[in-house]
């Protein structure tokens, strides 16, 4: 079965903290993505990626494939990073579009 | 502004009427998508269209109807709905059917609340 667990599920932090968002996933992931939801509802793709590390601005995605492990890392944390980031898993044969997605981590960040 | 543009924000209905969700993409896709997303529950496929033709229906009930009249349109028309059907739906557009290298563009989603 494929599986996307992500923690915390809520986190609240004071701004400027380093935040760091889990995700494990079951074998056979070809890609792994990493997608912002602010309260509007509207989501917007952070990253995708398969292997290593990925930088944009003052976010940080890696995965470790052999611990089947990615994490989201946002340095300088803002108010404005306050959303729930959700982390989703391409597998191959998961339904035409492909994604598994877990259930989000909601952020909050505190001034 | 996504490229993806959903209408209405907000929808408020009883369980005997029809309303019409829309979905708007102006990024050249081919691919589009709607999803359903309940509180505490993670983003839940509904039916992806490749080329305006269905290519995927994931067991969704009869009383949701999806139509794609072309690549860059897509409705998903109600009816008939129950108190449970009352949440975020999104719409997404991809490029080549959402291949593994085709990331999903997001609409700002539909509020639905059925009464």
């Known amino acids: 079965k494929n599986e996307v667990e992500q923690s915390p599920q809520n986190l609240t932090a004071q701004e400027g903290e380093f935040i760091t968002i889990n995700c494990s996933y079951s074998?056979?992931?070809?890609?792994l993505h990493w997608l912002q939801q602010h309260p509007g509802g509207g989501i917007v793709s952070l990253f995708m990626?398969?292997?290593g590390k990925k930088k944009h601005g003052r976010l940080i995605a890696t995965i470790n494939i052999q611990e089947k492990h990615s994490s989201l890392h946002i340095t300088a944390s803002h108010p404005r990073d306050s959303a729930v980031y959700i982390c989703?898993?391409?597998?191959?044969?998961?339904?035409?579009?492909?994604?598994?997605f877990g259930k989000g981590t909601h952020l909050i960040i505190q001034p | 502004e996504t490229g993806v543009t959903q209408t209405p924000r907000h929808l408020v209905m009883g369980m005997t009427n029809k309303k019409s969700l829309k979905c708007e993409q102006h990024?050249?896709?081919?691919?589009m998508y709607w999803y359903k997303q309940s509180a505490k529950k993670p983003l839940e496929l509904m039916f992806v269209?490749?080329?305006?033709?269905?290519?995927e229906n994931n067991s969704v009930p009869s009383r949701f109807s999806p139509e794609c009249p072309n690549s860059s349109h897509l409705f998903l028309h109600l009816h008939t709905l129950q108190p449970e059907d009352s949440a975020l739906y999104l719409c997404?557009?991809?490029?080549?059917?959402?291949?593994?290298?085709?990331?999903?563009?997001f609409g700002n989603g539909t509020r639905l609340t059925v009464t």
């Open positions: 074998v056979g992931i070809s890609a």
């Open positions: 990626l398969s292997s």
């Open positions: 997404a557009s991809s490029h080549q059917g959402g291949g593994p290298n085709s990331p999903l563009h």
């Open positions: 989703a898993g391409r597998y191959s044969g998961g339904g035409a579009d492909g994604l598994t």
């Open positions: 269209y490749n080329f305006k033709e269905q290519t």
């Open positions: 990024l050249g896709h081919n691919a």
